[in-house]
């Protein structure tokens, strides 16, 4: 013993059984058993929407004319555009997608304030891909009691087999998912076809590859890992949830004490509602049991009231002993009260603020997306040399132009001087002798051209500022116009 | 403080973990595993880290470092690179080479090519005495501006920068020799004096005086052989204009009066024999591009035509 004091009650060397506590705690496969009910078909309808609308978008075809793609949803990395239907975004418009992404972020708190945890439940990715591996794991190895069984069984021949055959189906699903998503970055028909006679870019392969690894692990093996270690969005959510926010609840107080339906026909009036058929925690996708209350395992997919009406109806009870409720409905009912309507407990200050600011971004999207011109002009002043003394005193300063084109069709651009009397300018294409105050330039398709410009003003000017005016020669006559200045060797004067 | 468990294992009571039995004056070290998915991650980087130092270079020797077996290398990989990058530029520099020079601006893309080349061999060769933004300093012409010496459109420029000026050793070199008339005692300093006052009247920065109309009668037997008879100069000869607002060595009276007396003589390298012609022809299009490039005479442009098939 290395410690020569002795602690009262505890004898060194004493008998000690315990075994020390573990902070690694071994997973416990989840086998949830087959349900059907009402929330289960919903289920089946959000996967299959999400899922359709995954895999068909890319494939979807959007008529633009000749000199843009004709795919409907198109993320252009390479010539850096992005296209959505009859939407073209360019990279310095890109506040539009950063909008977007503050509206989904919103968008989950406006859900979460209102039905809790339903992204978890139903739409998110990890959820749906979960839920299609469980029915694979159904379909190969059968419900609940057959999997416990294979998964306790010994490795044999036939246990290999199967499991195989099973990761086979989860690799082929993975591969497809990996596959689907690639196609939003390229021409999908072109692609699918390059991707399989081995002539598309390396990174479609990687690409395919780290999502199929991830598909294939997260969806296959880690599952409810995924939203119980890794995500930190349940994290967040249980800082947003409060007494208001739908939760699913085991109703307690109309539950306990458990007790079979034999003792309770023995014992009329001593037990509840709840018959400890366990039914709540064997169709659990994630294997919790929710009668120990609110916890983080719980994304409230409402398969567990599912199975529980369903027992309720067969013993002839009321439904709803799991039910989705508010801890505040929970209180009231378990006062003897009646819990408000749901619309009620939805509509309250905090969902309809977050509705608000979620419209609010949303409309003001779509008005910028309205008013927004397909001309652009940016023009940067030449540093070096500022300025240029021409031999007959005038002086000349440059600037580079950009002139964009955002239009699906070449156009011609008209670009003109606002202000500096006297000036004229002429460009790399357009000698001195053509100088003028008004220079047109042809902008291709959907493209940016970059144009010099030489701009003299007669001897004796000062510095002033003036701003280069661009209009699109269509019938739409779009301008825009930019700020810049012309300095002299005299400077301000 | 630790107990002892029937097995044999030692075990600290307060955070009921064992302990790895090395003690140093009844301080104990817990064992704390590491995390499983740590430790396989470390012992997958040691896997990696081997393969790592087969394939590519890695372990330092006496003259030189293992090559590794898929004999990578940095200067390899930007060798290929550079001939990569050759080889995609090589057609656009065959047709520059091929071109005659005064049908170089009639394709603005091929143009546009040339000016972009040259910009980067201009940074490479020119910058040292013409400054980053081809704008000189005195002594060395700016660029950008519209008084060219020896002649502004793309064949005089593509002809300087070939022969250079005052070039030794290059025959054909741009040379003009302006006498020094002060040193050499060709003119009294009195009518250097006129004769400066004389040159400055002519761009407007000074007024007629005694001694501009006495200059003017220097002017005339001396210099207008070479400025003209206007000074407005005579790029034959590489004479200045000196009835603008551009001066090379400066327009303090100065300056003009040192210029007469013993004339700084600039002198630039032939580049013919340094550069590639393609390059040159590409210096060339840039060098006109900087916004005080001219235009070919209409003579010889017809010229040009004529030679075309």
Same mark, same amino acid.
């Given at each position: 013993m290395n410690n020569p004091e002795k602690i009262p009650g505890q004898?060194? /060397?004493?008998?000690i059984t315990d075994q020390p506590l573990q902070l690694y705690a071994k997973r416990e496969p989840v086998f949830n058993r087959r349900i059907d009910g009402p929330f289960r078909r919903l289920k089946w309808a959000i996967m299959a929407i999400t899922l359709a609308v995954y895999y068909v978008t890319p494939w979807l075809r959007w008529d633009r004319? !000749? #000199? +843009?793609?004709? *795919?409907?949803?198109?993320?252009?990395l390479a010539n850096r555009r992005f296209y959505m239907f009859g939407i073209e975004i360019w990279p310095h418009e890109f506040y539009f997608v950063a909008g977007l992404l503050i509206m989904a972020g919103i968008g989950l708190f406006l859900v979460t304030s209102a039905v809790g945890r339903a992204w978890c439940g139903y739409s998110c990715p990890q959820t749906v891909w979960t839920d299609l591996f469980q029915h694979v794991d159904r379909l190969v190895d059968g419900d609940r009691n057959a999997r416990a069984r294979l998964h306790k069984a010994p490795w044999g021949a036939s246990k290999i087999a199967r499991r195989l055959f099973k990761w086979a189906i989860y690799l082929a699903i993975s591969v497809v998912t990996g596959g689907a998503w690639i196609l939003y970055f390229a021409d999908a028909p072109t692609l699918f076809r390059d991707f399989f006679t081995g002539d598309a870019p390396f990174v479609a392969y990687a690409t395919v590859g780290v999502l199929t690894a991830t598909t294939f692990v997260l @969806?296959?093996?880690m599952r409810e890992q995924v939203c119980i270690y890794m995500c930190p969005w349940p994290r967040i959510q249980t800082a947003m949830l409060d007494e208001k926010s739908l939760i699913v609840t085991y109703k307690d107080w109309r539950g306990e004490p458990r007790g079979s339906v034999k003792k309770a026909e023995k014992n !009329?009036? +001593? #037990?509840?509602?709840? &018959?400890?058929?366990?039914q709540c925690v064997a169709v659990c996708p994630t294997g &919790?049991? &929710?009668?120990? /209350?609110?916890? &983080?395992?719980? =994304?409230?997919?409402a398969l567990c009231i599912d199975a529980c009406d369903r027992v309720m109806k067969e013993t002839g009870r009321e439904r709803g002993l799991i039910d989705y409720a508010t801890l505040e409905d929970c209180e009231t009912e378990k006062a003897g009260g009646t819990a408000p309507p749901i619309l009620k407990t939805v509509l309250r200050p905090r969902t309809l603020i977050y509705a608000g600011v979620w419209g609010g971004i949303g409309l003001g999207l779509l008005f910028l997306l309205g008013v927004r011109t397909h001309t652009d002009l940016t023009v940067a002043q030449d540093r070096n040399p500022p300025y240029m003394l021409m031999s007959d005193g005038s002086v000349r300063n440059a600037y580079t132009l950009k002139l964009r084109n955002m239009e699906a069709r070449p156009r011609e651009m008209t670009v003109s001087l606002d202000g500096l009397p006297g000036a004229v300018m002429w460009s790399d294409d357009i000698p001195r002798s053509a100088a003028a105050r008004e220079l047109v330039r042809k902008v291709p398709a959907d493209a940016t051209a970059t144009m010099r410009a030489y701009v003299v003003v007669p001897a004796g000017a000062a510095d002033q500022d003036f701003s280069f005016v661009v209009r699109s020669g269509?019938? *739409?006559g779009e301008t825009d116009s930019s700020e810049t200045r012309f300095v002299t060797p005299g400077g301000e004067q | 403080m630790a107990n002892k468990r029937p097995d044999g294992k030692r075990w600290d009571e307060a955070t009921s973990t064992e302990t790895v039995g090395h003690e140093w004056d009844g301080i104990e070290e817990l064992?704390?595993?590491?995390p499983r998915w740590w430790l396989w991650t470390f012992y997958a980087c040691i896997v990696f880290s081997i393969g790592y130092m087969i394939v590519y270079p890695a372990i330092p020797l006496l003259s030189k470092g293992t090559e590794g077996v898929?004999?990578?290398s940095s200067r390899g990989q930007l060798a290929d690179e550079i001939s990569a990058e050759n080889e995609r530029k090589a057609p656009v520099l065959a047709a520059l080479s091929q071109v005659p020079i005064e049908q170089l601006a009639k394709d603005p893309e091929r143009m546009r090519s040339a000016i972009a080349g040259g910009a980067a061999a201009f940074k490479v $060769?020119?910058?040292?005495? %013409? @400054?980053a933004g081809a704008a000189g300093s005195p002594g060395y012409p700016?660029?950008?501006?519209?008084?060219w010496l020896w002649g502004g459109d793309l064949a005089a420029i593509e002809y300087t920068i070939v022969h250079?000026?005052?070039?030794?050793?290059?025959?054909q070199t741009r040379n003009s020799m302006m006498p020094a008339f002060g040193r050499d005692g060709l003119l009294s300093a009195a009518e250097i004096d006129d004769l400066t006052s004389f040159v400055l009247t002519l761009s407007g920065r000074e007024k007629q005086s005694a001694a501009s109309t006495r200059g003017a009668a220097t002017f005339e037997a001396?210099? +207008?052989?070479? %400025?003209?008879a206007d000074g407005s100069g005579m790029r034959d000869f590489g004479?200045? $204009?000196? +009835?603008?607002? =551009?001066w090379l060595y400066g327009s303090s009276r100065a300056a003009v009066r040192s210029q007469i007396h013993d004339p700084s003589q600039g002198v630039m390298p032939a580049w013919g024999d340094r550069l590639d012609p393609v390059t040159i022809r590409m210096l060339s299009a840039y060098v006109h591009s900087l916004g005080g490039g001219e235009e070919f005479a209409e003579a010889a442009l017809v010229e040009a035509a004529d030679e075309q098939p």
């Amino acid at each position: 013993m290395n410690n020569p004091e002795k602690i009262p009650g505890q004898e060194p /060397g004493g008998d000690i059984t315990d075994q020390p506590l573990q902070l690694y705690a071994k997973r416990e496969p989840v086998f949830n058993r087959r349900i059907d009910g009402p929330f289960r078909r919903l289920k089946w309808a959000i996967m299959a929407i999400t899922l359709a609308v995954y895999y068909v978008t890319p494939w979807l075809r959007w008529d633009r004319g !000749p #000199f +843009a793609p004709d *795919q409907a949803v198109l993320v252009d990395l390479a010539n850096r555009r992005f296209y959505m239907f009859g939407i073209e975004i360019w990279p310095h418009e890109f506040y539009f997608v950063a909008g977007l992404l503050i509206m989904a972020g919103i968008g989950l708190f406006l859900v979460t304030s209102a039905v809790g945890r339903a992204w978890c439940g139903y739409s998110c990715p990890q959820t749906v891909w979960t839920d299609l591996f469980q029915h694979v794991d159904r379909l190969v190895d059968g419900d609940r009691n057959a999997r416990a069984r294979l998964h306790k069984a010994p490795w044999g021949a036939s246990k290999i087999a199967r499991r195989l055959f099973k990761w086979a189906i989860y690799l082929a699903i993975s591969v497809v998912t990996g596959g689907a998503w690639i196609l939003y970055f390229a021409d999908a028909p072109t692609l699918f076809r390059d991707f399989f006679t081995g002539d598309a870019p390396f990174v479609a392969y990687a690409t395919v590859g780290v999502l199929t690894a991830t598909t294939f692990v997260l @969806g296959g093996f880690m599952r409810e890992q995924v939203c119980i270690y890794m995500c930190p969005w349940p994290r967040i959510q249980t800082a947003m949830l409060d007494e208001k926010s739908l939760i699913v609840t085991y109703k307690d107080w109309r539950g306990e004490p458990r007790g079979s339906v034999k003792k309770a026909e023995k014992n !009329p009036g +001593a #037990f509840g509602d709840c &018959i400890d058929c366990n039914q709540c925690v064997a169709v659990c996708p994630t294997g &919790i049991d &929710i009668r120990e /209350g609110q916890q &983080i395992g719980c =994304i409230t997919c409402a398969l567990c009231i599912d199975a529980c009406d369903r027992v309720m109806k067969e013993t002839g009870r009321e439904r709803g002993l799991i039910d989705y409720a508010t801890l505040e409905d929970c209180e009231t009912e378990k006062a003897g009260g009646t819990a408000p309507p749901i619309l009620k407990t939805v509509l309250r200050p905090r969902t309809l603020i977050y509705a608000g600011v979620w419209g609010g971004i949303g409309l003001g999207l779509l008005f910028l997306l309205g008013v927004r011109t397909h001309t652009d002009l940016t023009v940067a002043q030449d540093r070096n040399p500022p300025y240029m003394l021409m031999s007959d005193g005038s002086v000349r300063n440059a600037y580079t132009l950009k002139l964009r084109n955002m239009e699906a069709r070449p156009r011609e651009m008209t670009v003109s001087l606002d202000g500096l009397p006297g000036a004229v300018m002429w460009s790399d294409d357009i000698p001195r002798s053509a100088a003028a105050r008004e220079l047109v330039r042809k902008v291709p398709a959907d493209a940016t051209a970059t144009m010099r410009a030489y701009v003299v003003v007669p001897a004796g000017a000062a510095d002033q500022d003036f701003s280069f005016v661009v209009r699109s020669g269509d019938e *739409q006559g779009e301008t825009d116009s930019s700020e810049t200045r012309f300095v002299t060797p005299g400077g301000e004067q | 403080m630790a107990n002892k468990r029937p097995d044999g294992k030692r075990w600290d009571e307060a955070t009921s973990t064992e302990t790895v039995g090395h003690e140093w004056d009844g301080i104990e070290e817990l064992n704390t595993p590491l995390p499983r998915w740590w430790l396989w991650t470390f012992y997958a980087c040691i896997v990696f880290s081997i393969g790592y130092m087969i394939v590519y270079p890695a372990i330092p020797l006496l003259s030189k470092g293992t090559e590794g077996v898929w004999g990578w290398s940095s200067r390899g990989q930007l060798a290929d690179e550079i001939s990569a990058e050759n080889e995609r530029k090589a057609p656009v520099l065959a047709a520059l080479s091929q071109v005659p020079i005064e049908q170089l601006a009639k394709d603005p893309e091929r143009m546009r090519s040339a000016i972009a080349g040259g910009a980067a061999a201009f940074k490479v $060769n020119c910058v040292q005495c %013409h @400054g980053a933004g081809a704008a000189g300093s005195p002594g060395y012409p700016n660029l950008n501006d519209d008084d060219w010496l020896w002649g502004g459109d793309l064949a005089a420029i593509e002809y300087t920068i070939v022969h250079g000026v005052r070039h030794p050793g290059d025959a054909q070199t741009r040379n003009s020799m302006m006498p020094a008339f002060g040193r050499d005692g060709l003119l009294s300093a009195a009518e250097i004096d006129d004769l400066t006052s004389f040159v400055l009247t002519l761009s407007g920065r000074e007024k007629q005086s005694a001694a501009s109309t006495r200059g003017a009668a220097t002017f005339e037997a001396q210099c +207008a052989l070479c %400025h003209g008879a206007d000074g407005s100069g005579m790029r034959d000869f590489g004479g200045p $204009n000196l +009835a603008d607002a =551009i001066w090379l060595y400066g327009s303090s009276r100065a300056a003009v009066r040192s210029q007469i007396h013993d004339p700084s003589q600039g002198v630039m390298p032939a580049w013919g024999d340094r550069l590639d012609p393609v390059t040159i022809r590409m210096l060339s299009a840039y060098v006109h591009s900087l916004g005080g490039g001219e235009e070919f005479a209409e003579a010889a442009l017809v010229e040009a035509a004529d030679e075309q098939p």
